[in-house]
């Protein structure tokens, strides 16, 4: 399985980007998709998450303005970020896991985010 990140670019503080998350395969039961973003000299940290069974989960600095969402058919998971600002700059990375054991999880390989001010 491999994740293609893609949609990051610059924008202005206030504007809005779509980034899109796209794995080579159908990965099949149970898993929770995910957004991790970091910034420079920053801890990777979670942004959002949505499982299978429909499950959203945000960061408290990202609620009411980012919405994570997936297009099952397409292997397809997006995030739209709206309201963008300076402290939203960082790579953003995706991520799959399954809760099996071993933990299996793929990344992909991370968009660039820039806010200008």
């Known amino acids: 399985v491999q994740l293609q990140a893609s949609g990051g670019g610059l924008v202005q503080a206030g504007g809005s980007l779509r980034l899109s998350c796209t794995s080579s395969q159908t990965i099949s039961g149970a898993a929770t998709w995910g957004w991790f973003r970091q910034a420079p000299g920053k801890q990777r940290e979670l942004v959002a998450t949505i499982t299978t069974d429909g499950t959203l989960n945000y960061a408290g600095s990202v609620k009411g303005r980012f919405t994570i969402s997936r297009d099952n058919a397409e292997n397809t998971m997006y995030l739209q970020m709206n309201s963008l600002s300076p402290e939203d700059t960082a790579v953003y990375f995706c991520?799959?896991?399954?809760?099996?054991?071993?933990?299996?999880?793929?990344w992909g390989q991370g968009t660039q985010v820039t806010v200008s001010s």
């Open positions: 991520r799959v896991a399954r809760p099996t054991r071993p933990l299996l999880e793929w």
